[in-house]
Structures are given as structure tokens and as C-alpha cells.
């Protein structure tokens, strides 16, 4: 009655509960009511006594029907708090790794009936055993082992065709051996069957919820799509995990989508290749064709489009949980898919566009419910999103590489913390910071412009100590990148945060020093040595740590061998990336060394680390030797020579020493320049210098290339001598490390005595002698190998004689010897690269004129040449290309192929200097209308106007768009010409104004005829670009404009070319530019109605 005891109105609810669910009863709302009849709110039972009844529920095995019934309706009655405990319970059995580990020889012996064997060889063994056994004679004429066994094979046979069974007799040993079998056998099965037993009580009781769906059970989907697909690689969960996985859709997807909701499983399990049989009449279509499908349809689902005006229409995303169903599709096409045509390059574009809309989803600020909005980006999978992001940045081509970008700062963008945004979890973050770390420039850029939106949810030192230590440390390597532009963001990004060194960071940054991927490695030795550079008492400590992990990474463990002398295992690989890392970062570090700590690291490096067995390793050691003596050679001549001279006079005559004796060589030639030029040592030391010459290594040659310079004033008198025999082997010697050092040594010299030793030791009539010869290739070879390195180490000196060089050089680009056109490319990089604005001046005419010449051969040589001016430095590179680009556009058509070619490779030879990754990822697009100007131009505007620019357009990405919108603007069509107007409206704030000064020209004319075109949209589009460019460029670059503005506006014949020049003026009025304004008013007076009417 309802006066009776509470207590004992509760506990015979409790036992009701159960009971009143039983599936006879068929009545789900039963207990509900009983309880409202008890006077009991269920909802205040449920919440009270929720421990209570999920350990009478869930703890029973296996669980019957009438607790799984209960479970439906406590799910309905109180979602809030049953639910989360009913997913957790469910994920966590699902994430036992038992269930991953299951093998299907394990699965097999689960099936197979207990008692029965499933491994039956020692069955077969004995059976074989016993064929041979049986009856066997001696071997002898009359009976061979090989007849006797046939034999007894075919009474076996004929004995199983008339169903006659013989026991097999089992030794001892292998009844011993079948129930060892046996038992392993059955325990196994016992444990597969407890798996398999836990998993369907788990998987009833997801069923259970899932029939009532009730309110907020979408939100846990994307936990169990988590847990779910691991195990469908497992043949004992796969089985069971298919239809609970194929139900999910109906929980999360809008009713019009349902069935699209079933296709995408369909295919998502079809891509997973699961460890069980699939549904026949999904698997009709062809794969590729299903997933070609099922992400256009996607797309056309869940992107919106864009209308003329730039508003969104049409449909609207999917919820975060749905979004999460079909993730997993949409990361299997992204990182299976061959990028190998443009179909399907377009059907990974697709599901990046679906992702990055997904990466944009926001919470209703309205939201007052306790749910999580699932509308908002809190139940994405953000991690997995941005480690897939991440893989396809470092991966993709470069035009997915720019979508992945932006689809990754979209996502830090919706974790950032803001309004209607998610909290940034540790996961993503560690993310991030570990693509910091990537091999590729692109991935490093998007981490950190991913960091930069999250800047309000990441961890300080202060905060959390660990993560926040972390961070800085990533942070500060990132700050030394190779790259200039990621430098700069993460010089912001530190700024920003107000982040500042902490003493224990130099311990830290060795493991940067040491690490795998080379751009860490070179950041982490510079972050390192600017770290020691604030705290200097820790540098002896770094020095000595350096150079134990060096021993400890030199050291390899020899193969082990087993007791014959065989190789069980081989050496580990040679840890050649982490004794490099050391080199750099005693290079970097040499320079913080006190005089003290100067000796002993040249006892380092002389002999041990110099004679590394990796020539990488010994390569970077010479480079931090040289380094160090650069720095503190002078104060150290006395205490280095010494060391130096000691081991050249006791080293063994031995092969193995010749790398260090090179090495010691060159640093005994660095440190010379510090002795006084009248010492006896210099000359002997000069010698061995030139002698180091013929050594096969460019670094060797280089660096005595370096050296020579400053001992030439000791050996003034023997240095024609010299030049002459270096001449001879340059010119002459048959091998070809003794003919490019011959070369490195004759620019060193040079370099000494000073430019006029080029006349003086007739040097440059002997190399033009040279390469003019035409019987003997070497000496053309040899010749140019000195041109090359003349510019290379003379640099702007060299200038004068580049004029008198290039025709030679363009005669060679078309050599008849591969080698010497070989040759020829390396010479012009040269030439290029070390030009000066003057330098182009002077060698840009005689080019373009060499153009004209009707000789093909000289055409394509000078085509490449041209090509190689994108090798000039970049202040040269904005001022050349806008000359060169138009020209070389133009010998596309030319008649001979090989010259066509030629401007091809050319033009893809600037193309690849592009540093602009948004250009470089349309650079194709752009090529394709430079080579067909009248099919590929609309679509190449098309592809630029679609383009979203993070970074600056630089004067190579300039030099390829310009001469296509010059051309556009001559189009008939109206749509092409109304892009070119856009597109120059929109230059003037993505690229500096010197870089495009030199296209104003060209361009003006063209946005002149479209002020004044008959189409009031062009007009409009010109009128708003004329505004653009005179804000970005100044008034002063129009002088001839604004009386031509102002003569159309009072022309009479046209209305058409008054209107347009009045909307030119308008834009041109709207900017803050006070002079121009009396001569206006002062038309204005004089033009009366004309005017009104423009």
C-alpha cells in the first residue's frame, strides 16, 4: 500500500525490475508503471539506485533477455546517467587486446567439437610411420624401398575405397604427444569460448539500446566506431561485430540520408577487408566504383555551394557522430587511393572538401541542454583527423597538400577554445608537435599554423610542467628551421605566447641533436647552440655529452652466431644520422668555446672522429674542424700546428688513414693564414694543399679551394708554376676528380693573386682556346669546369668575362658529348647564380638576341640559359623574369622541336624555384595555359580566382600568371576577361609592389580596353582592380592614366566608354589621394550633362 515502508517499497521495486521485463510480458513501459503506482518517479529511483541494479544486470552471465529488456528501458527512462555507464562498460570489454590477438588457427580450433583434434599431423606422422614400418624387405634387385612404398600406398587406398578402418598404433611417445596436443588444444577453446561469450553479452546489451535509441545515445557512436573497427581484423570479433556495426547508421545519420547511412557502412566494411563473409548482393558493384560513389555522393550531401555572390547554399553538413561513421571511408581513400590520374585526384580532392567542412562545425551558442551539442566539433575524431591530415600534407601532390593545409588549420581552428568551439585534448597537441618534426617543409608549416589557432588551449611550463616543457622545446627548435618562413611564424607563435628558455633545456635539446630526420637534426643544433649561448656554464657539460653519445652511436654490436659460426642475427644499422647531428652541433657550438676547450676538441676530432667510417659523418666533422678553426685559429696556431704535424709523422702508412690525412691536411691549411707569410711552413703545407687537389671528393676540393686564397701572398713566385701545371691537368688528365680539382685549385689561386692574374698568366685565351676545340672533348669539359668555378668562387668579380664566355657556353648547351652539355648546365647554374642586377643587364640582351638567330642550336641554348636564369638570386630573378618568361612563351611555337622542348624545360625549370606552396600546387595548371594559350586559359583563372593564399606570391610565381591574365584581357569571351580583372585586382595585397612594377605596362592597356567594355559587370570588376592598383602601387606609377580617365569621361561618342571611365575615377576618388581632386572638379564644371550621364 502506499503507506508502507519506503525501504521496503524500493527493494520490491528492485526485484520487480527484472520480472516485469521478461520477454512473455511483452510490455516495456510495465515497470515504469508499477513504480508510478508505488508512488516512486522512476527517473529519482533510477538515478539512487543505478549502482545497485547495473551489478544485478550487468555482472550475470550469459545475460537473459528479461536484463537485457531492462537495460532498453532504463536506457529510455534516465539517458544521462545510464548510458555513459552502459558505452563504458560495453568499450572497455571491447578494448580487451585478447580479442585483437585471436589467430585463425585459434578461431579453427574454437570450432572444432571438444575431444575432437583439430592439428592432426601427429595423427598423419604416425600413419606414415606405420606405411613404412609395415612388411618392408631389404632393399635388394627384386625389391626397391620406392616399389615396396607405392605398393602399400595403393592397398592404403584400396583399403579406403571399400571403407575398411584401421586403427593407427600410437608409440608411447606419441600418445604422449597427441594429449599434451589435446589439452593445449582445449584450453585454448576454453578461453576463445570465455572471449566469444563476454563480446555477445557486451554486443546484446549495445542491441538492447540501440532498438529503444534513446535521447543522446549519438553522442557515444563515435566511441564504439573506435572500438569497433580494430576488431574487425579479428576472426573471433569480426563475425559478431559486422551487424552492430552495419546498425549504427540508423542512430546518427538524418532520416533523408538512412539508407546512404547503410551504404557507406556497406563500403566501409567491404574496405576493411574483415575477417568474416560479407553480405553477397552489397558486394555486387565493383569496389572502386562503389567508393567513387559513395564519396560523390557524399560530397554532394554534405558540401555547400557557393552562389556568384559568394553567399552558401544548398546542403548542410552531417553531425559530429555521423561524421565519425563515415571517417573511416574517407581516411581508407585517402591514404589507399594511387594519385595516378586526374579522376581520381579529384576524388581525394572531394573528401578533403567534406573533411575540412566537417573541420568547421560550431555549437549553437543557444544550447542549454546538458548534452553535448552534436552539431559542434566536440564529438569529431580529431585526433585521427589530424593525423591523417598531417600524412597527406607529407605525402599528397602539391594541390592536395594545400586543401590538406586548410583543412587542418579549419580543425585547430574549431579545438581553439573560442565561442561554440572544443577544447584542444593533449593527444592533438602532441599531434602537432610531433609534425614539427616531419621531414617535409609543408607538414612543419601546417603544424605550426595549427599551434597558432590553438594558442589559448596549449600547456605552458608553468600550467603543466611536462607538456609545457615539451612545447617549449619543440617551439624553440622550430625557431631555427631551415626554412625562413617557418622561422618566422614560430618567432611569432613564441612571442605570442611570451614563452622564455629554461636552464634544463640544453639536456633536452641533445635528443634533437641525435635525431632521425636530417631538418631536426640541423634546427636542434642550432636551437642547441643558441641555448648554450644564454647559459654558458653548461657548455663544457654539452661538449662532453656530445662526445660520449658519439662513442656510445659508433659502437655496433658485431652479427651474433650460433655455435657452427652461422648468423643468427645481423648487426644493427650503422648509427651514421646521430653521429652527424653531433658534427653539426659542434660546428654550431665552436663558437662558445672558451680557449681552454679548444685543444681538446681537436683531440677529439684528430684522429678519431675524422676517420669515422661513414663519409657523411666525416664530412660534417671536417665541416665543425673548419668551423672551429674559423673562429679561434688565431689564438690557437701554437697549440693546434703541433697536434696536427704529429699525426701526420706518426699516422700509419695505411689506407684506412688516408680520410683523416686529407682532413688534417686541409685544417693545417686553414690554420696557415694565421701564420706569418714569411714562415718556412707555409710553402710545404701550400703543396700538400695542391697535392689534396686530386682527391675524389668535391668536399676536399672545395675546401682547399677555400684555403688557398689567403697562403697565395707566401707563394707569390711559384704561382705560375702552379696555374701551369694545374692548366695541364685540367685540360689534359684523363680522370675526372683530377680535372674538376685542377679546377677548384685555378679559382682558388685566382682568387689570391687577384682578377688581373687572368690576363697576366694568359689564363683566359688558354680556357677560350680550350673550349673551342673540337676534336677533344675533355679539353671543352675541362674549360668549362674552370668558367664554373671562376664564378663560383670570383662571384661578381668574374662579371666582365661572363660576356665573353656566353657565346662559347651556348654552343656548348648543344655539344655533341653529353658530358660536356652536362658540363654546360653546371656552368650556367653558375653563371646565373652569382649575377648581379648589372650582371643581367649585361647578359639578358646578348641572350634575347641570340633568340632571333635562325641556327636552332643556338636558339635552345639560349632557351636554357634562359631557363637557368631562375638559379639568379631573387633580387635578380624579379627583374629578369618578366622579359624572359614572354620570350620564352614565344619559342613554344617554334618550328624545331628540339627549341620547343627546350622553352618547355625552361619553363619548368622556373616553375620549380617557386616557393609559394598555394602556386606551386596549381604550377601544372599554370604551365598548361602558358603552353596552350586558347583551351587552357579560362580554366587556369578559374583555378587561381578558386585558390585560397596563406603565403606571399613571389616574383617566379609572378612571372607565370602575368603574361596569362596580359592574354585574357585580349579574349573575346566576357567571363575570361572579367577573371583577369579580378585577379589583378586581387595581386596588389598578396605580392610585393617592386615585383609587379615591371608588369604594369603590359597590363595597363588591357584593363583599359576593359574599363571600357560594352559588359557593365567587366566595367565594374575593371573599375574596382584600377582602385586596388593604385592604392597598392601609388599614383605616381599612373601619371598617363588619369588624363587618359579623364579625356574618355568628356568624350562624346560613347556613353558606354563615359561610364566606364566615371567608374574608374570613382575607385581611383575613393582613395585618399587630395591632389587629384581639383582637376576633377574642374572637369566636372566643364562636361555638364555628358558627365551626369557618366
Same mark, same amino acid.
Given at each position: 500500500?502506499?503507506?508502507?515502508?519506503?525501504?521496503?517499497?524500493?527493494?520490491?521495486?528492485?526485484?520487480?525490475?527484472?520480472?516485469?521485463?521478461?520477454?512473455?510480458?511483452?510490455?516495456?513501459?510495465?515497470?515504469?508503471?508499477?513504480?508510478?503506482?508505488?508512488?516512486?518517479?522512476?527517473?529519482?529511483?533510477?538515478?539512487?539506485?543505478?549502482?545497485?541494479?547495473?551489478?544485478?544486470?550487468?555482472?550475470?552471465?550469459?545475460?537473459?533477455?528479461?536484463?537485457?529488456?531492462?537495460?532498453?528501458?532504463?536506457?529510455?527512462?534516465?539517458?544521462? @546517467?545510464?548510458?555513459?555507464?552502459?558505452?563504458?562498460?560495453?568499450? %572497455?570489454?571491447?578494448?580487451?587486446?585478447?580479442?585483437?590477438?585471436?589467430?585463425?588457427?585459434?578461431?579453427?580450433?574454437?570450432?572444432?567439437?571438444?575431444?575432437?583434434?583439430?592439428?592432426?599431423?601427429?595423427?598423419?606422422?604416425?600413419?606414415?610411420?606405420?606405411?613404412?614400418?609395415?612388411?618392408?624387405?631389404?632393399?635388394?634387385?627384386?625389391?626397391?624401398?620406392?616399389?615396396?612404398?607405392?605398393?602399400?600406398?595403393?592397398?592404403?587406398?584400396?583399403?579406403?575405397?571399400?571403407?575398411?578402418?584401421?586403427?593407427?598404433?600410437?608409440?608411447?611417445?606419441?600418445?604422449?604427444?597427441?594429449?599434451?596436443?589435446?589439452?593445449?588444444?582445449?584450453?585454448?577453446?576454453?578461453?576463445?569460448?570465455?572471449?566469444?561469450?563476454?563480446?555477445?553479452?557486451?554486443?546484446?546489451?549495445?542491441?538492447?539500446?540501440?532498438?529503444?535509441?534513446?535521447?543522446?545515445?549519438?553522442?557515444?557512436?563515435?566511441?564504439?566506431?573506435?572500438?569497433?573497427?580494430?576488431?574487425?581484423?579479428?576472426?573471433?570479433?569480426?563475425?559478431?561485430? /559486422?551487424?552492430?556495426?552495419?546498425?549504427?547508421?540508423?542512430?546518427?545519420?538524418?532520416?533523408?540520408?538512412?539508407?546512404?547511412? %547503410?551504404?557507406?557502412?556497406?563500403?566501409?566494411?567491404?574496405?576493411?577487408?574483415?575477417?568474416?563473409?560479407?553480405?553477397?548482393?552489397?558486394?555486387?558493384?565493383?569496389?572502386?566504383?562503389?567508393?567513387?560513389?559513395?564519396?560523390?555522393?557524399?560530397?554532394?550531401?554534405?558540401?555547400?555551394?557557393?552562389?556568384?555572390?559568394?553567399?552558401?547554399?544548398?546542403?548542410?553538413?552531417?553531425?559530429?557522430?555521423?561524421?565519425?561513421?563515415?571517417?573511416?571511408?574517407?581516411?581508407?581513400? +585517402?591514404?589507399?587511393?594511387?594519385?595516378?590520374?586526374?579522376?581520381?585526384?579529384?576524388?581525394?580532392?572531394?573528401?578533403?572538401?567534406?573533411?575540412?567542412?566537417?573541420?568547421?562545425?560550431?555549437?549553437?551558442?543557444?544550447?542549454?541542454?546538458?548534452?553535448?551539442?552534436?552539431?559542434?566539433?566536440?564529438?569529431?575524431? @580529431?585526433?585521427?583527423?589530424?593525423?591523417?591530415?598531417?600524412?597527406?600534407?607529407?605525402?599528397?601532390?602539391?594541390?592536395?597538400?594545400?586543401?590538406?593545409?586548410?583543412?587542418?588549420?579549419?580543425?585547430?581552428?574549431?579545438?581553439?577554445?573560442?565561442?561554440?568551439?572544443?577544447?584542444?585534448?593533449?593527444?592533438?597537441?602532441?599531434?602537432?608537435?610531433?609534425?614539427?618534426?616531419?621531414?617535409?617543409?609543408?607538414?612543419?608549416?601546417?603544424?605550426?599554423?595549427?599551434?597558432?589557432?590553438?594558442?589559448?588551449? +596549449?600547456?605552458?611550463?608553468?600550467?603543466?610542467?611536462? !607538456?609545457?616543457?615539451?612545447?617549449? @622545446?619543440?617551439?624553440?627548435?622550430?625557431?631555427?628551421?631551415?626554412?625562413?618562413?617557418?622561422?618566422?611564424?614560430?618567432?611569432?607563435?613564441?612571442?605570442?605566447?611570451?614563452?622564455?628558455?629554461?636552464?634544463?633545456?640544453?639536456?633536452?635539446?641533445?635528443?634533437?641533436?641525435?635525431?632521425?630526420?636530417?631538418?631536426?637534426?640541423?634546427?636542434?643544433?642550432?636551437?642547441?647552440?643558441?641555448?648554450?649561448?644564454?647559459?654558458?656554464?653548461? %657548455?663544457?657539460?654539452?661538449?662532453?655529452?656530445?662526445?660520449?653519445?658519439?662513442?656510445?652511436?659508433?659502437?655496433?654490436?658485431?652479427?651474433?652466431?650460433?655455435?657452427?659460426?652461422?648468423?643468427?642475427?645481423?648487426?644493427?644499422?650503422?648509427?651514421?644520422?646521430?653521429?652527424?647531428?653531433?658534427?653539426?652541433?659542434?660546428?654550431?657550438?665552436?663558437?662558445?668555446?672558451?680557449?681552454?676547450?679548444?685543444?681538446?676538441?681537436?683531440?677529439?676530432?684528430?684522429?678519431?672522429?675524422?676517420?669515422?667510417?661513414?663519409?657523411?659523418?666525416?664530412?660534417?666533422?671536417?665541416?665543425?674542424?673548419?668551423?672551429?678553426?674559423?673562429?679561434?685559429?688565431?689564438?690557437?696556431?701554437?697549440?693546434?700546428?703541433?697536434?696536427?704535424?704529429?699525426?701526420?709523422?706518426?699516422?700509419?702508412?695505411?689506407?684506412?688513414?688516408?680520410?683523416?690525412?686529407?682532413?688534417?691536411?686541409?685544417?693545417?691549411?686553414?690554420?696557415?693564414?694565421?701564420?706569418?707569410?714569411?714562415?718556412?711552413?707555409?710553402?710545404?703545407?701550400?703543396?700538400?694543399?695542391?697535392?689534396?687537389?686530386?682527391?675524389?671528393?668535391?668536399?676536399?676540393?672545395?675546401?682547399?679551394?677555400?684555403?688557398?686564397?689567403?697562403?697565395?701572398?707566401?707563394?707569390?713566385?711559384?704561382?705560375?708554376?702552379?696555374?701551369? /701545371?694545374?692548366?695541364?691537368?685540367?685540360?689534359?688528365?684523363?680522370?675526372?676528380?683530377?680535372?674538376?680539382?685542377?679546377?677548384?685549385?685555378?679559382?682558388?689561386?685566382?682568387?689570391?693573386?687577384?682578377?688581373?692574374?687572368?690576363?697576366?698568366?694568359?689564363?683566359?685565351?688558354?680556357?677560350?682556346?680550350?673550349?673551342?676545340?673540337?676534336?677533344?672533348?675533355?679539353?671543352?669539359?675541362?674549360?668549362?669546369?674552370?668558367?664554373?668555378?671562376?664564378?663560383?668562387?670570383?662571384?661578381?668579380?668574374?662579371?666582365?668575362?661572363?660576356?665573353?664566355?656566353?657565346?662559347?657556353? +651556348?654552343?656548348?648547351?648543344?655539344?655533341?658529348?653529353?658530358?660536356?652539355?652536362?658540363?654546360?648546365?653546371?656552368?650556367?647554374?653558375?653563371?646565373?647564380?652569382?649575377?648581379?642586377?648589372?650582371?643581367?643587364?649585361?647578359?639578358?640582351?646578348?641572350?634575347?638576341?641570340?633568340?632571333?638567330?635562325?641556327?636552332?642550336?643556338?636558339?635552345?641554348?639560349?632557351?636554357?640559359?634562359?631557363?637557368?636564369?631562375?638559379?639568379?638570386?631573387?633580387?635578380?630573378?624579379?627583374?629578369?623574369?618578366?622579359?624572359?618568361?614572354?620570350?620564352?612563351?614565344?619559342?613554344?611555337?617554334?618550328?624545331?622541336?628540339?627549341?620547343?622542348?627546350?622553352?618547355?624545360?625552361?619553363?619548368?625549370?622556373?616553375?620549380?624555384?617557386?616557393?609559394?606552396?598555394?602556386?606551386?600546387?596549381?604550377?601544372?595548371?599554370?604551365?598548361?595555359?602558358?603552353?596552350?594559350?586558347?583551351?587552357?586559359?579560362?580554366?587556369?583563372?578559374?583555378?587561381?580566382?578558386?585558390?585560397?593564399?596563406?603565403?606571399?606570391?613571389?616574383?617566379?610565381?609572378?612571372?607565370?600568371?602575368?603574361?596569362?591574365?596580359?592574354?585574357?584581357?585580349?579574349?573575346?569571351?566576357?567571363?575570361?576577361?572579367?577573371?583577369?580583372?579580378?585577379?589583378?585586382? !586581387?595581386?596588389?595585397?598578396?605580392?610585393?609592389?617592386?615585383?609587379?612594377?615591371?608588369?604594369?605596362?603590359?597590363?595597363?592597356?588591357?584593363?583599359?580596353?576593359?574599363?571600357?567594355?560594352?559588359?557593365?559587370?567587366?566595367?565594374?570588376?575593371?573599375?574596382?582592380?584600377?582602385?586596388?592598383?593604385?592604392?597598392?602601387?601609388?599614383?605616381?606609377?599612373?601619371?598617363?592614366?588619369?588624363?587618359?580617365?579623364?579625356?574618355?569621361?568628356?568624350?562624346?561618342?560613347?556613353?558606354?566608354?563615359?561610364?566606364?571611365?566615371?567608374?574608374?575615377? !570613382? !575607385?581611383?576618388?575613393?582613395?585618399?589621394?587630395?591632389?587629384?581632386?581639383?582637376?576633377?572638379?574642374?572637369?566636372?564644371?566643364?562636361?555638364?550633362?555628358?558627365?551626369?550621364?557618366?
Amino acid at each position: 500500500g502506499p503507506d508502507a515502508d519506503p525501504e521496503e517499497k524500493e527493494k520490491l521495486a528492485l526485484e520487480m525490475l527484472l520480472v516485469s521485463n521478461h520477454p512473455s510480458l511483452g510490455q516495456p513501459g510495465l515497470w515504469p508503471a508499477l513504480l508510478i503506482k508505488m508512488k516512486l518517479d522512476p527517473e529519482e529511483f533510477v538515478t539512487k539506485h543505478l549502482g545497485n541494479i547495473f551489478d544485478r544486470i550487468i555482472t550475470q552471465r550469459p545475460m537473459n533477455k528479461s536484463s537485457l529488456n531492462a537495460v532498453g528501458v532504463l536506457s529510455v527512462l534516465s539517458p544521462g @546517467r545510464v548510458l555513459p555507464q552502459v558505452i563504458s562498460t560495453i568499450s %572497455t570489454s571491447l578494448e580487451n587486446p585478447a580479442l585483437g590477438q585471436v589467430t585463425l588457427e585459434e578461431f579453427a580450433i574454437m570450432k572444432t567439437p571438444e575431444g575432437e583434434l583439430y592439428d592432426k599431423s601427429i595423427l598423419q606422422s604416425a600413419q606414415q610411420d606405420s606405411l613404412k614400418k609395415a612388411n618392408m624387405k631389404r632393399e635388394n634387385k627384386a625389391y626397391s624401398f620406392k616399389e615396396q612404398i607405392i605398393e602399400l600406398e595403393l592397398k592404403e587406398e584400396i583399403k579406403k575405397k571399400k571403407g575398411i578402418k584401421e586403427e593407427v598404433q600410437l608409440t608411447s611417445k606419441q600418445k604422449e604427444m597427441l594429449n599434451a596436443q589435446m589439452e593445449k588444444e582445449s584450453r585454448t577453446r576454453k578461453q576463445l569460448k570465455e572471449l566469444d561469450d563476454e563480446l555477445e553479452s557486451m554486443l546484446g546489451l549495445l542491441d538492447a539500446v540501440l532498438k529503444r535509441n534513446p535521447p543522446g545515445l549519438s553522442q557515444y557512436i563515435p566511441a564504439l566506431v573506435g572500438s569497433f573497427l580494430p576488431l574487425l581484423k579479428s576472426p573471433l570479433a569480426a563475425p559478431r561485430i /559486422k551487424t552492430p556495426f552495419l546498425s549504427l547508421a540508423s542512430c546518427v545519420m538524418p532520416a533523408h540520408l538512412k539508407t546512404f547511412g %547503410t551504404l557507406v557502412s556497406h563500403v566501409t566494411l567491404r574496405l576493411m577487408k574483415p575477417e568474416c563473409d560479407l553480405d553477397e548482393s552489397w558486394c555486387q558493384e565493383d569496389l572502386p566504383t562503389a567508393v567513387h560513389r559513395v564519396v560523390n555522393l557524399l560530397h554532394a550531401n554534405t558540401v555547400p555551394g557557393r552562389t556568384s555572390k559568394g553567399e552558401v547554399t544548398g546542403p548542410v553538413p552531417l553531425s559530429a557522430p555521423a561524421f565519425s561513421l563515415v571517417f573511416p571511408l574517407l581516411k581508407m581513400v +585517402l591514404l589507399e587511393t594511387p594519385n595516378d590520374s586526374e579522376e581520381k585526384e579529384e576524388l581525394l580532392v572531394k573528401a578533403l572538401q567534406t573533411i575540412t567542412v566537417h573541420a568547421q562545425l560550431r555549437s549553437s551558442a543557444n544550447n542549454q541542454s546538458s548534452l553535448v551539442d552534436e552539431n559542434g566539433p566536440e564529438l569529431l575524431p @580529431r585526433t585521427d583527423m589530424l593525423l591523417l591530415l598531417t600524412k597527406v600534407i607529407g605525402t599528397g601532390s602539391p594541390r592536395l597538400q594545400v586543401l590538406a593545409s586548410n583543412a587542418l588549420t579549419a580543425l585547430c581552428a574549431s579545438s581553439s577554445g573560442e565561442d561554440g568551439c572544443a577544447y584542444a585534448e593533449q593527444e592533438e597537441i602532441d599531434v602537432l608537435l610531433q609534425a614539427l618534426q616531419s621531414p617535409c617543409m609543408n607538414v612543419r608549416d601546417a603544424a605550426l599554423r595549427g599551434l597558432m589557432e590553438l594558442q589559448m588551449v +596549449l600547456p605552458t611550463p608553468d600550467s603543466d610542467e611536462k !607538456n609545457g616543457l615539451n612545447l617549449l @622545446r619543440r617551439l624553440w627548435v622550430v625557431n631555427f628551421d631551415r626554412e625562413e618562413e617557418i622561422r618566422k611564424l614560430a618567432e611569432r607563435l613564441w612571442e605570442s605566447m611570451g614563452l622564455e628558455l629554461q636552464p634544463d633545456i640544453c639536456s633536452v635539446l641533445i635528443k634533437d641533436v641525435i635525431h632521425y630526420e636530417e631538418a631536426v637534426r640541423q634546427a636542434g643544433a642550432e636551437a642547441l647552440s643558441k641555448a648554450v649561448e644564454q647559459y654558458r656554464s653548461q %657548455t663544457r657539460d654539452v661538449m662532453t655529452k656530445l662526445m660520449e653519445i658519439y662513442q656510445e652511436k659508433l659502437y655496433r654490436p658485431p652479427p651474433v652466431l650460433d655455435a657452427l659460426g652461422r648468423v643468427i642475427s645481423e648487426s644493427p644499422p650503422d648509427q651514421w644520422e646521430a653521429r652527424c647531428g653531433i658534427a653539426l652541433a659542434l660546428n654550431k657550438l665552436s663558437q662558445h668555446l672558451d680557449s681552454s676547450q679548444v685543444k681538446p676538441l681537436f683531440q677529439f676530432f684528430v684522429p678519431d672522429a675524422l676517420n669515422d667510417r661513414s663519409p657523411e659523418v666525416r664530412k660534417c666533422m671536417l665541416d665543425a674542424a673548419l668551423s672551429a678553426l674559423n673562429t679561434h685559429g688565431k689564438d690557437s696556431v701554437n697549440s693546434l700546428l703541433p697536434v696536427f704535424e704529429e699525426f701526420l709523422k706518426n699516422a700509419p702508412n695505411d689506407a684506412s688513414y688516408d680520410a683523416v690525412r686529407q682532413s688534417v691536411v686541409i685544417l693545417m691549411g686553414s690554420l696557415a693564414k694565421h701564420l706569418d707569410k714569411s714562415d718556412p711552413k707555409v710553402k710545404p703545407i701550400v703543396a700538400k694543399l695542391i697535392a689534396a687537389l686530386s682527391t675524389p671528393s668535391q668536399q676536399v676540393q672545395e675546401s682547399v679551394a677555400g684555403c688557398l686564397p689567403p697562403l697565395v701572398p707566401a707563394i707569390k713566385e711559384d704561382a705560375g708554376g702552379m696555374i701551369q /701545371k694545374l692548366m695541364q691537368l685540367l685540360l689534359e688528365s684523363d680522370k675526372y676528380a683530377e680535372r674538376k680539382g685542377a679546377a677548384y685549385g685555378l679559382a682558388g689561386l685566382v682568387k689570391g693573386l687577384g682578377i688581373l692574374s687572368l690576363k697576366q698568366q694568359e689564363m683566359m685565351a688558354t680556357l677560350t682556346d680550350a673550349i673551342q676545340d673540337k676534336k677533344n672533348f675533355r679539353r671543352r669539359e675541362g674549360a668549362l669546369f674552370a668558367f664554373e668555378m671562376l664564378c663560383t668562387m670570383l662571384g661578381k668579380l668574374f662579371e666582365p668575362y661572363v660576356v665573353h664566355v656566353l657565346p662559347h657556353l +651556348l654552343l656548348c648547351f648543344g655539344d655533341g658529348n653529353q658530358y660536356v652539355r652536362e658540363a654546360a648546365d653546371d656552368c650556367a647554374k653558375a653563371v646565373m647564380s652569382n649575377l648581379s642586377a648589372h650582371g643581367v643587364k649585361l647578359v639578358l640582351p646578348s641572350l634575347l638576341a641570340a633568340l632571333e638567330e635562325e641556327s636552332w642550336r643556338t636558339k635552345a641554348g639560349s632557351v636554357e640559359l634562359l631557363g637557368a636564369m631562375a638559379y639568379c638570386a631573387p633580387k635578380q630573378l624579379s627583374s629578369c623574369l618578366p622579359n624572359i618568361v614572354p620570350k620564352l612563351t614565344e619559342v613554344l611555337t617554334d618550328s624545331h622541336v628540339k627549341v620547343q622542348k627546350a622553352g618547355q624545360q625552361a619553363l619548368r625549370q622556373i616553375g620549380s624555384v617557386i616557393r609559394n606552396p598555394e602556386i606551386l600546387a596549381i604550377a601544372p595548371v599554370l604551365l598548361d595555359a602558358l603552353t596552350d594559350p586558347s583551351r587552357k586559359t579560362q580554366k587556369c583563372l578559374q583555378t587561381l580566382l578558386d585558390t585560397k593564399f596563406v603565403h606571399f606570391i613571389d616574383a617566379p610565381s609572378l612571372a607565370l600568371i602575368m603574361p596569362i591574365v596580359q592574354r585574357a584581357f585580349q579574349d573575346r569571351s566576357t567571363d575570361t576577361r572579367k577573371m583577369a580583372a579580378q585577379i589583378i585586382g !586581387n595581386m596588389y595585397s598578396l605580392t610585393d609592389q617592386k615585383d609587379l612594377a615591371p608588369y604594369l605596362p603590359s597590363v595597363t592597356p588591357g584593363l583599359k580596353a576593359s574599363l571600357l567594355d560594352p559588359v557593365p559587370e567587366v566595367r565594374t570588376v575593371s573599375a574596382k582592380a584600377l582602385g586596388a592598383m593604385v592604392k597598392g602601387m601609388g599614383e605616381s606609377c599612373f601619371e598617363d592614366l588619369l588624363p587618359w580617365l579623364m579625356e574618355t569621361l568628356t568624350y562624346e561618342q560613347s556613353s558606354v566608354d563615359r561610364s566606364g571611365a566615371a567608374q574608374g575615377r !570613382n !575607385n581611383w576618388l575613393c582613395l585618399p589621394m587630395e591632389l587629384s581632386s581639383p582637376s576633377f572638379l574642374f572637369t566636372s564644371s566643364k562636361t555638364g550633362t555628358r558627365l551626369c550621364m557618366g
